[in-house]
Protein backbone atom coordinates (compact mmCIF):
# COMPACT_ATOMS: atom_id res chain seq x y z
CA UNK A 1 0.00 0.00 0.00
CA UNK A 2 0.67 3.63 -0.49
CA UNK A 3 -0.10 6.80 0.61
CA UNK A 4 0.15 9.90 -1.45
CA UNK A 5 -0.85 13.23 0.02
CA UNK A 6 -3.66 15.52 -1.52
CA UNK A 7 -4.17 18.88 -1.17
CA UNK A 8 -7.83 18.74 -0.74
CA UNK A 9 -8.60 15.87 0.77
CA UNK A 10 -5.52 14.78 2.82
CA UNK A 11 -3.92 11.69 2.78
CA UNK A 12 -4.87 9.41 -0.07
CA UNK A 13 -4.13 5.05 1.21
CA UNK A 14 -4.01 3.13 -2.17
CA UNK A 15 -3.73 -0.73 -1.72
CA UNK A 16 -1.53 -2.82 -4.25
CA UNK A 17 -4.20 -3.92 -6.39
CA UNK A 18 -5.27 -0.38 -7.49
CA UNK A 19 -1.62 0.70 -7.77
CA UNK A 20 -1.42 -1.65 -10.49
CA UNK A 21 -3.17 0.93 -12.16
CA UNK A 22 -1.58 4.25 -11.32
CA UNK A 23 2.15 2.98 -11.59
CA UNK A 24 1.13 3.15 -16.03
CA UNK A 25 2.10 4.99 -18.34
CA UNK A 26 -1.87 5.28 -19.52
CA UNK A 27 -2.44 6.99 -15.75
CA UNK A 28 0.64 8.81 -15.23
CA UNK A 29 0.02 10.84 -18.75
CA UNK A 30 -2.94 12.40 -16.78
CA UNK A 31 0.01 14.40 -15.10
CA UNK A 32 0.52 16.28 -18.31
CA UNK A 33 -3.09 16.85 -19.02
CA UNK A 34 -4.96 20.11 -17.36
CA UNK A 35 -8.04 19.97 -15.68
CA UNK A 36 -9.50 23.01 -16.43
CA UNK A 37 -7.89 22.77 -20.22
CA UNK A 38 -7.78 26.42 -21.75
CA UNK A 39 -8.70 28.09 -18.84
CA UNK A 40 -4.97 27.95 -17.90
CA UNK A 41 -5.04 30.68 -20.47
CA UNK A 42 -6.53 33.23 -17.94
CA UNK A 43 -6.21 31.94 -14.51
CA UNK A 44 -2.59 31.21 -13.90
CA UNK A 45 -3.57 28.99 -10.91
CA UNK A 46 -5.22 26.72 -13.40
CA UNK A 47 -2.62 24.66 -13.60
CA UNK A 48 -3.96 21.21 -11.91
CA UNK A 49 -4.26 17.62 -13.51
CA UNK A 50 -6.56 15.21 -14.42
CA UNK A 51 -4.04 12.82 -12.27
CA UNK A 52 -4.67 14.65 -9.02
CA UNK A 53 -8.38 14.83 -9.88
CA UNK A 54 -8.52 11.34 -10.18
CA UNK A 55 -7.24 10.25 -6.96
CA UNK A 56 -9.39 13.06 -5.52
CA UNK A 57 -12.39 10.94 -7.16
CA UNK A 58 -10.88 7.70 -5.98
CA UNK A 59 -10.96 8.78 -2.13
CA UNK A 60 -14.76 9.99 -2.20
CA UNK A 61 -15.30 6.46 -3.69
CA UNK A 62 -13.36 4.81 -0.87
CA UNK A 63 -16.12 7.15 1.28
CA UNK A 64 -19.17 6.13 -0.76
CA UNK A 65 -18.12 2.38 -0.11
CA UNK A 66 -17.31 2.97 3.63
CA UNK A 67 -20.96 4.82 4.13
CA UNK A 68 -22.91 2.29 1.93
CA UNK A 69 -21.03 -0.78 3.99
CA UNK A 70 -22.63 0.36 7.05
CA UNK A 71 -26.01 0.45 6.00
CA UNK A 72 -26.09 -1.99 3.79
CA UNK A 73 -23.68 -4.44 4.67
CA UNK A 74 -25.19 -7.65 2.31
CA UNK A 75 -24.94 -5.51 -0.87
CA UNK A 76 -21.26 -3.82 -0.34
CA UNK A 77 -19.22 -6.40 -1.24
CA UNK A 78 -15.33 -6.48 -1.96
CA UNK A 79 -16.32 -7.30 -5.82
CA UNK A 80 -18.35 -3.62 -5.62
CA UNK A 81 -15.43 -2.00 -3.58
CA UNK A 82 -13.33 -3.23 -6.04
CA UNK A 83 -15.18 -2.02 -9.47
CA UNK A 84 -16.46 1.67 -7.95
CA UNK A 85 -12.59 1.96 -6.78
CA UNK A 86 -11.27 1.56 -9.99
CA UNK A 87 -13.85 3.16 -11.63
CA UNK A 88 -13.49 6.21 -9.82
CA UNK A 89 -9.69 6.31 -10.53
CA UNK A 90 -9.80 5.34 -14.84
CA UNK A 91 -12.52 7.12 -15.52
CA UNK A 92 -10.70 9.95 -17.12
CA UNK A 93 -8.11 8.04 -19.00
CA UNK A 94 -9.61 8.74 -22.33
CA UNK A 95 -9.07 13.04 -22.05
CA UNK A 96 -6.03 14.20 -23.95
CA UNK A 97 -5.11 17.62 -24.89
CA UNK A 98 -6.43 20.49 -23.11
CA UNK A 99 -9.66 18.25 -21.43
CA UNK A 100 -13.12 19.16 -23.05
CA UNK A 101 -11.19 20.84 -26.07
CA UNK A 102 -10.07 18.24 -27.25
CA UNK A 103 -13.60 16.20 -27.13
CA UNK A 104 -15.51 18.68 -28.53
CA UNK A 105 -13.39 19.43 -31.43
CA UNK A 106 -13.45 15.25 -31.93
CA UNK A 107 -16.97 15.24 -31.73
CA UNK A 108 -17.36 17.75 -34.38
CA UNK A 109 -14.99 15.59 -36.26
CA UNK A 110 -17.34 12.64 -37.73
CA UNK A 111 -14.73 10.43 -39.35
CA UNK A 112 -12.61 10.95 -35.89
CA UNK A 113 -15.68 10.73 -33.42
CA UNK A 114 -16.64 7.16 -35.15
CA UNK A 115 -12.73 5.75 -34.62
CA UNK A 116 -12.05 7.02 -31.16
CA UNK A 117 -15.45 8.37 -29.67
CA UNK A 118 -15.61 10.23 -26.65
CA UNK A 119 -13.38 10.24 -23.71
CA UNK A 120 -15.47 7.90 -21.77
CA UNK A 121 -15.13 5.30 -24.75
CA UNK A 122 -11.10 5.99 -24.68
CA UNK A 123 -11.13 5.15 -20.93
CA UNK A 124 -13.15 1.99 -20.84
CA UNK A 125 -10.63 1.26 -24.25
CA UNK A 126 -7.72 2.01 -21.86
CA UNK A 127 -8.70 0.55 -18.44
CA UNK A 128 -9.57 -2.60 -20.61
CA UNK A 129 -5.95 -2.94 -21.97
CA UNK A 130 -4.43 -2.42 -18.75
CA UNK A 131 -6.40 -5.19 -17.13
CA UNK A 132 -5.05 -7.08 -20.31
CA UNK A 133 -1.76 -6.23 -20.30
CA UNK A 134 -1.09 -6.21 -16.67
CA UNK A 135 -2.92 -9.68 -16.49
CA UNK A 136 -4.65 -8.02 -13.34
CA UNK A 137 -7.64 -10.58 -11.97
CA UNK A 138 -11.17 -9.25 -13.17
CA UNK A 139 -14.07 -11.44 -13.16
CA UNK A 140 -16.12 -10.52 -17.27
CA UNK A 141 -19.04 -9.32 -14.79
CA UNK A 142 -16.53 -6.95 -12.86
CA UNK A 143 -15.15 -5.50 -15.98
CA UNK A 144 -18.32 -4.62 -17.72
CA UNK A 145 -19.84 -3.35 -14.38
CA UNK A 146 -16.36 -0.76 -14.20
CA UNK A 147 -17.07 -0.01 -18.03
CA UNK A 148 -20.95 0.83 -17.31
CA UNK A 149 -19.83 2.83 -13.96
CA UNK A 150 -17.93 5.16 -16.11
CA UNK A 151 -20.10 5.10 -19.28
CA UNK A 152 -23.72 4.16 -17.56
CA UNK A 153 -26.07 3.03 -20.53
CA UNK A 154 -29.66 4.93 -20.45
CA UNK A 155 -31.31 1.62 -19.17
CA UNK A 156 -28.81 1.39 -16.51
CA UNK A 157 -28.09 4.83 -15.62
CA UNK A 158 -30.82 5.24 -13.02
CA UNK A 159 -29.11 1.97 -11.16
CA UNK A 160 -27.56 2.77 -7.80
CA UNK A 161 -24.17 1.23 -8.23
CA UNK A 162 -24.12 2.76 -11.53
CA UNK A 163 -25.27 6.32 -10.45
CA UNK A 164 -22.32 7.26 -7.80
CA UNK A 165 -19.77 7.99 -10.06
CA UNK A 166 -21.90 9.43 -12.57
CA UNK A 167 -25.20 11.19 -12.13
CA UNK A 168 -27.40 14.57 -12.84
CA UNK A 169 -28.06 15.03 -8.95
CA UNK A 170 -25.38 14.30 -7.27
CA UNK A 171 -22.07 12.17 -8.37
CA UNK A 172 -18.29 11.81 -6.51
CA UNK A 173 -16.93 13.63 -9.99
CA UNK A 174 -18.78 16.63 -9.87
CA UNK A 175 -17.98 17.07 -5.98
CA UNK A 176 -14.44 16.45 -6.34
CA UNK A 177 -14.20 19.04 -8.67
CA UNK A 178 -16.23 21.80 -7.62
CA UNK A 179 -14.44 21.78 -4.67
CA UNK A 180 -10.71 21.37 -6.15
CA UNK A 181 -11.24 24.07 -9.19
CA UNK A 182 -12.85 26.50 -7.05
CA UNK A 183 -10.04 26.06 -3.85
CA UNK A 184 -7.04 25.95 -7.15
CA UNK A 185 -8.37 29.11 -8.31
CA UNK A 186 -9.31 31.04 -5.32
CA UNK A 187 -12.75 31.56 -6.09
CA UNK A 188 -15.27 31.48 -3.57
CA UNK A 189 -18.07 29.07 -3.86
CA UNK A 190 -20.53 27.74 -1.21
CA UNK A 191 -19.84 24.08 -1.04
CA UNK A 192 -16.75 21.70 0.15
CA UNK A 193 -15.34 19.04 0.65
CA UNK A 194 -16.85 18.77 4.13
CA UNK A 195 -20.56 19.01 2.18
CA UNK A 196 -19.51 16.20 -0.10
CA UNK A 197 -18.46 14.29 3.00
CA UNK A 198 -21.81 14.58 4.42
CA UNK A 199 -23.57 14.57 1.39
CA UNK A 200 -21.72 10.67 1.07
CA UNK A 201 -22.68 9.87 5.10
CA UNK A 202 -25.99 10.73 4.12
CA UNK A 203 -26.09 8.17 1.53
CA UNK A 204 -28.60 5.10 1.26
CA UNK A 205 -29.88 2.06 -0.87
CA UNK A 206 -33.84 1.85 -1.45
CA UNK A 207 -33.68 -1.37 -2.01
CA UNK A 208 -37.01 -1.43 -3.57
CA UNK A 209 -36.63 0.95 -6.18
CA UNK A 210 -32.87 0.08 -6.75
CA UNK A 211 -31.79 3.43 -6.42
CA UNK A 212 -29.04 5.73 -4.35
CA UNK A 213 -30.87 8.12 -1.99
CA UNK A 214 -30.16 11.11 0.06
CA UNK A 215 -30.80 12.22 3.94
CA UNK A 216 -33.07 14.96 3.63
CA UNK A 217 -30.64 16.83 5.70
CA UNK A 218 -28.80 16.71 2.90
CA UNK A 219 -30.68 18.26 -0.24
CA UNK A 220 -29.59 22.12 0.48
CA UNK A 221 -25.96 20.67 0.09
CA UNK A 222 -26.43 19.23 -3.22
CA UNK A 223 -28.32 22.26 -4.79
CA UNK A 224 -25.50 24.24 -3.25
CA UNK A 225 -23.42 22.27 -5.08
CA UNK A 226 -24.94 22.45 -8.51
CA UNK A 227 -25.07 26.21 -7.85
CA UNK A 228 -21.71 26.55 -7.52
CA UNK A 229 -21.12 24.42 -10.58
CA UNK A 230 -22.86 27.04 -12.34
CA UNK A 231 -20.49 29.93 -10.83
CA UNK A 232 -17.51 28.15 -12.53
CA UNK A 233 -19.65 27.42 -15.49
CA UNK A 234 -19.96 31.40 -15.81
CA UNK A 235 -16.80 32.45 -14.06
CA UNK A 236 -14.26 30.01 -15.31
CA UNK A 237 -15.37 27.06 -17.61
CA UNK A 238 -16.89 29.35 -20.28
CA UNK A 239 -15.22 32.70 -19.38
CA UNK A 240 -14.76 34.40 -22.54
CA UNK A 241 -10.88 34.08 -22.94
CA UNK A 242 -11.66 30.56 -22.45
CA UNK A 243 -13.63 29.81 -24.89
CA UNK A 244 -11.65 31.98 -27.18
CA UNK A 245 -8.12 29.83 -26.79
CA UNK A 246 -10.50 26.64 -26.79
CA UNK A 247 -11.07 27.65 -30.35
CA UNK A 248 -7.56 28.55 -31.14
CA UNK A 249 -6.65 25.13 -30.07
CA UNK A 250 -9.40 23.80 -31.93
CA UNK A 251 -7.94 25.85 -35.26
CA UNK A 252 -4.79 24.64 -34.30
CA UNK A 253 -6.27 20.69 -34.34
CA UNK A 254 -7.83 21.26 -37.97
CA UNK A 255 -5.06 22.84 -39.44
CA UNK A 256 -2.38 20.35 -38.44
CA UNK A 257 -1.38 16.75 -39.75
CA UNK A 258 0.71 15.69 -37.26
CA UNK A 259 -1.22 14.49 -35.01
CA UNK A 260 -2.19 10.64 -35.08
CA UNK A 261 -5.64 10.88 -33.58
CA UNK A 262 -5.56 7.25 -33.59
CA UNK A 263 -2.36 6.91 -31.10
CA UNK A 264 -4.16 9.03 -28.93
CA UNK A 265 -2.39 8.26 -25.81
CA UNK A 266 0.73 10.69 -26.56
CA UNK A 267 -1.57 13.75 -27.17
CA UNK A 268 -1.39 15.32 -23.55
CA UNK A 269 -0.77 19.66 -23.70
CA UNK A 270 2.35 20.09 -24.47
CA UNK A 271 1.72 18.53 -28.18
CA UNK A 272 0.64 21.69 -28.93
CA UNK A 273 3.94 23.68 -28.61
CA UNK A 274 5.76 21.10 -30.44
CA UNK A 275 3.81 21.25 -33.81
CA UNK A 276 5.11 25.03 -35.09
CA UNK A 277 8.58 22.81 -35.71
CA UNK A 278 6.94 19.96 -37.46
CA UNK A 279 5.23 22.64 -39.71
CA UNK A 280 7.60 25.38 -39.82
CA UNK A 281 7.61 28.60 -38.06
CA UNK A 282 6.04 30.57 -41.53
CA UNK A 283 3.03 27.84 -41.33
CA UNK A 284 -0.41 29.00 -39.89
CA UNK A 285 -0.13 26.47 -37.06
CA UNK A 286 2.90 28.12 -35.98
CA UNK A 287 1.33 31.68 -36.78
CA UNK A 288 -1.50 30.06 -34.46
CA UNK A 289 0.71 29.08 -31.86
CA UNK A 290 3.06 32.46 -31.59
CA UNK A 291 -0.59 34.27 -31.33
CA UNK A 292 -1.36 32.19 -28.26
CA UNK A 293 1.84 33.06 -26.67
CA UNK A 294 2.18 36.19 -27.51
CA UNK A 295 -1.39 36.97 -26.35
CA UNK A 296 -2.99 37.88 -29.33
CA UNK A 297 -6.31 36.33 -28.99
CA UNK A 298 -9.38 35.48 -30.95
CA UNK A 299 -12.20 37.97 -29.32
CA UNK A 300 -15.12 36.05 -27.71
CA UNK A 301 -18.51 37.98 -26.47
CA UNK A 302 -21.19 35.34 -24.20
CA UNK A 303 -24.53 36.45 -24.74
CA UNK A 304 -27.37 35.37 -22.96
CA UNK A 305 -30.11 34.93 -25.41
CA UNK A 306 -33.67 32.82 -26.31
CA UNK A 307 -33.11 32.97 -29.97
CA UNK A 308 -32.54 29.84 -31.95
CA UNK A 309 -31.01 31.55 -35.04
CA UNK A 310 -27.18 32.54 -34.35
CA UNK A 311 -26.27 34.42 -37.86
CA UNK A 312 -24.62 37.95 -37.44
CA UNK A 313 -26.16 40.46 -39.61
CA UNK A 314 -23.31 42.44 -41.30
CA UNK A 315 -20.11 40.52 -40.60
CA UNK A 316 -19.13 37.25 -42.73
CA UNK A 317 -19.42 33.95 -41.13
CA UNK A 318 -16.29 33.12 -42.06
CA UNK A 319 -14.79 35.62 -39.20
CA UNK A 320 -16.98 34.36 -36.49
CA UNK A 321 -17.64 30.74 -34.82
CA UNK A 322 -20.87 30.44 -32.35
CA UNK A 323 -21.08 27.35 -29.69
CA UNK A 324 -23.33 26.71 -26.61
CA UNK A 325 -22.38 27.70 -23.67
CA UNK A 326 -24.65 26.51 -21.08
CA UNK A 327 -28.25 26.71 -19.40
CA UNK A 328 -29.63 27.97 -16.08
CA UNK A 329 -33.03 27.38 -15.59
CA UNK A 330 -34.03 28.53 -18.73
CA UNK A 331 -31.77 31.19 -19.21
CA UNK A 332 -29.40 30.31 -22.49
CA UNK A 333 -25.82 31.39 -22.55
CA UNK A 334 -24.17 31.77 -26.14
CA UNK A 335 -20.67 32.61 -27.31
CA UNK A 336 -19.61 34.03 -29.92
CA UNK A 337 -16.05 34.14 -31.38
CA UNK A 338 -14.25 36.84 -33.42
CA UNK A 339 -11.34 34.64 -35.09
CA UNK A 340 -9.84 38.32 -37.56
CA UNK A 341 -9.95 41.09 -34.83
CA UNK A 342 -9.41 44.49 -36.86
CA UNK A 343 -10.79 48.00 -36.07
CA UNK A 344 -13.39 47.34 -39.05
CA UNK A 345 -15.34 43.37 -37.89
CA UNK A 346 -15.05 44.36 -33.96
CA UNK A 347 -17.43 47.02 -35.59
CA UNK A 348 -19.49 44.72 -37.12
CA UNK A 349 -19.65 42.18 -34.50
CA UNK A 350 -20.80 44.25 -32.19
CA UNK A 351 -23.01 45.78 -33.94
CA UNK A 352 -24.65 42.45 -35.04
CA UNK A 353 -24.71 40.98 -31.09
CA UNK A 354 -26.89 44.02 -30.34
CA UNK A 355 -29.63 42.05 -31.53
CA UNK A 356 -28.82 39.17 -29.16
CA UNK A 357 -29.05 41.08 -26.15
CA UNK A 358 -31.62 40.94 -23.95
Keep these: MKTIFDK ?17 FEFQRLRRIKQLGTACFVYPNASHTRFEHSLGVFFLAQ ?10 PTLIDKSFEKCLTVAALCHDLGHLAYSH ?36 EFYQFEIAMVCEMINPSFQKKDLWFYSILSNN ?5 RADYV ?12 FSKHDALRIINGMYIDERTKKICYAEKTKSLIQNLSDSRFTLHKHVYQHRVTIA ?7 IFELTFHIDWQDYLHIDDSIIFYLPHLHGENSPVAELVDRLNERDLYYTRVVQTQKKSFVLKHL ?33 FEKGLESFKI
Excluded at 8 to 23: T, W
Excluded at 63 to 71: D, G, I, M, R
Excluded at 245 to 251: F, G, L
Design 63 to 72: KVVQSLQKKH
Design 245 to 251: TAEMVRD
Design 169 to 173: FFDID
Design 179 to 190: VRDSLNLGISVN
Design 8 to 24: IHGFIDIEDDVLEFVDT
Design 101 to 136: TSDNYIADTPHLFDKIGTHEHRSIEIFKKIVEKKQL
Design 316 to 348: NPEFYTVSDCFWQGKEKYVAFTLKHKTEETLKL
